[in-house]
T-cell receptor
Framework: NAGVTQTPKFRVLKTGQSMTLLCAQD?????MYWYRQDPGMGLRLIHY???????AKGEVPDGYNVSRLKKQNFLLGLESAAPSQTSVYFC???????????????FGAGTRLSVL | GESVGLHLPTLSVQEGDNSIINCAYS??????FIWYKQESGKGPQFIID?????DKRQGQRVTVLLNKTVKHLSLQIAATQPGDSAVYFC????????????FGQGTELSVKP
């Protein structure tokens, strides 16, 4: 059981280049999330999705786009990378947001991105 | 505002001692709280959770305490082991904002053998 898988694990980009980060989950979760983690800071939500075909903005959405064409996949795109987007990116998924069912988010191993 | 913060950014304990990691939250509407453990180079891993209608929950070697009066959350680790060395995050779920979690800054726990 793989859980949440992120690809690639590492990437170096030049300013202005574009790329897509892929997140795949095999737990049949409805909710998926993209976070970034910077030194000395907690996880900040970029975008999230409450189901196939839906996306919504999080706390720091600028410079990123997302798509959820299939329930198991959530893609994060950087159209024109900037040095400020150097970070570690984590994808997560959860079954439900309802407190009764518990919103335990399960995380992938992360993607380390450097923008030069 | 909506914020979750930790009192201590680093904590160093001796192997075998008990550890206490604290967290303050500011939103009274938060109805669910989670503690995560993040080891170096890995993603956060779920440890234990607690709903707002509870004040204590125990797991294996871990206990979470919730004090809603002062908006304070703590994680207690009994008989701390070297494998417990990691960064620990608390997260709060705002009941009226779907599945979004707000994470604290994190506390780094270092266990001395």
């Amino acid at each position: 059981n793989a859980g949440v898988t992120q690809t690639p694990k590492f990437r170096v980009l030049k300013t202005g280049q574009s790329m897509t980060l892929l997140c795949a989950q095999d737990m049949n979760h409805e909710y998926m999330y993209w976070y970034r983690q910077d030194p000395g800071m907690g996880l900040r939500l970029i975008h999230y999705s409450v189901g196939e075909g839906t996306t919504a903005k999080g706390e720091v959405p600028d410079g990123y786009n997302v798509s959820r064409l299939k329930k198991q996949n959530f893609l994060l795109g950087l159209e024109s990378a900037a040095p400020s987007q150097t970070s570690v990116y984590f994808c997560a998924s959860s079954y439900s947001y309802q407190p009764v069912a518990k919103n335990i988010q399960y995380f992938g191993a992360g993607t380390r991105l450097s923008v030069l | 505002g909506e914020s979750v913060g930790l009192h201590l950014p680093t904590l160093s304990v001796q192997e075998g001692d008990n550890s206490i990691i604290n967290c303050a939250y500011s939103n009274s509407a938060s109805d669910y709280f989670i503690w995560y453990k993040q080891e170096s180079g890995k993603g956060p891993q779920f440890i234990i959770d607690i709903r707002s209608n509870m004040d204590k929950r125990q797991g294996q070697r871990v206990t979470v305490l919730l004090n809603k009066t002062v908006k304070h959350l703590s994680l207690q680790i009994a008989a701390t082991q070297p494998g417990d060395s990691a960064v620990y995050f608390c997260a709060e779920n705002l009941g009226n904002q779907g599945g979004k979690l707000i994470f604290g800054q994190g506390t780094e726990l270092s266990v001395k053998p």
